[in-house]
Nanobody, 127 residues
Framework: QVQLVESGGGLVQAGGSLRLSCAVS????????WGWFRQAPGKEREFVAA????????YYGDSVKGRFTISRDDAKNTVYLQMNNLKPEDTADYYC????????????????????WGQGTQVTVSS
């Protein structure tokens, strides 16, 4: 069974940075499409970032463009989310997700496309 284990969340002041990590444990596949989503209290889950099967393309939600960077290390079956210039509105639970299947079309911002999810890590940005 595939399990995703996230780490790196915490409390940070506005303008600061955090780096989230998400690693696969249990059954592993050769490669994944990866995504990050977040959910703030009382709000719907929001797409944050995704990286394609080959890693050659990245995608970002409008609210994080220019501040967040997604990257991957296939040798470690790990994805990262570098978050810079954090704002109080970035406060949320952050979830990683992946799919080990290279489908012909993939809607990166759609949570239903992903097969496996992490348990979430909390990020709190104070003003």
């Amino acid at each position: 069974q595939v399990q995703l284990v996230e780490s790196g969340g915490g409390l940070v002041q506005a303008g600061g940075s955090l780096r989230l990590s998400c690693a696969v444990s249990g059954r592993t596949f050769a490669r994944y499409i990866w995504g990050w989503f977040r959910q703030a209290p009382g709000k719907e889950r929001e797409f944050v970032a995704a990286i394609s099967w080959t890693g050659g393309s990245t995608y970002y939600g409008d609210s994080v463009k220019g501040r967040f960077t997604i990257s991957r290390d296939d040798a470690k079956n790990t994805v990262y989310l570098q978050m810079n210039n954090l704002k109080p509105e970035d406060t949320a639970d952050y979830y990683c997700a992946n799919s080990p299947y290279n489908r012909g079309s993939f809607s990166y911002a759609e949570s239903h496309e992903y097969d496996y999810w992490g348990q979430g890590t909390q990020v709190t940005v104070s003003s």
